[in-house]
């Protein structure tokens, strides 16, 4: 199992790269013994299989930058100002799906810090700009990160990180 296999980003470094790497394997199977598969219960077991390890490399990603999955959604807005949440109003923004597929969310201290995207397509100048001025707009920074793979479909999706412009004050 190596990188190239999986299509992954950059290195992926820091103590967890084996599990990582291991993770990342285990899906491949995973996805290979699902699209093998005819029966209903097991096929509803392989793809709960293949959540936990979803799951888990979303936890490792957040722990690598002092994020917890957060158990709840928010909006850009939210995100954007470190926020607990929008009171769920009626008036709230959603994300637009092509800018933010499969999101994951993470939190800081219960403020809102982050969203993982799973974005599918090709990832050009043009695409990284587009993407990059709807996060600035929503008061947002995109970043791609090169040391850790998407973990919803490595190899077919690319990982768009959002978090807020502005610093935490400290």
């Known amino acids: 199992m190596n990188k190239a296999e999986y299509n992954l980003p950059g290195t992926i470094t820091g103590p967890d790269a084996m599990e990582i790497s291991i993770l990342i394997g285990a899906m491949a199977d995973k996805r290979a013994m699902i699209a093998e598969t005819k029966s209903g219960p097991r ?24 994020w917890a999955l957060s158990r709840s959604d928010f909006t850009a807005a939210v995100l954007a100002r470190r926020g607990l949440f929008d009171g769920r109003g009626y008036y709230a923004e959603p994300w637009p799906w092509d800018l933010v597929d499969h999101p994951f969310y993470y939190r800081k201290d219960r403020m809102a810090s982050a969203v993982a995207a799973h974005l599918y397509g090709t990832f050009n100048a043009a695409k990284r700009q587009d993407i990059a001025a709807f996060a600035e707009l929503k008061g947002l920074r995109a970043t791609w990160p090169e040391d850790f793979p998407s973990w919803w479909l490595p190899g077919r999706t690319t990982l768009v990180v959002y978090t807020p412009l502005t610093r935490p004050a400290q």
């Open 43 to 66: 096929l509803n077991a392989l793809q709960q299989d293949l959540r936990t390890l979803q799951q888990r490399l979303a936890v490792l990603f957040g722990a690598t930058r002092g």
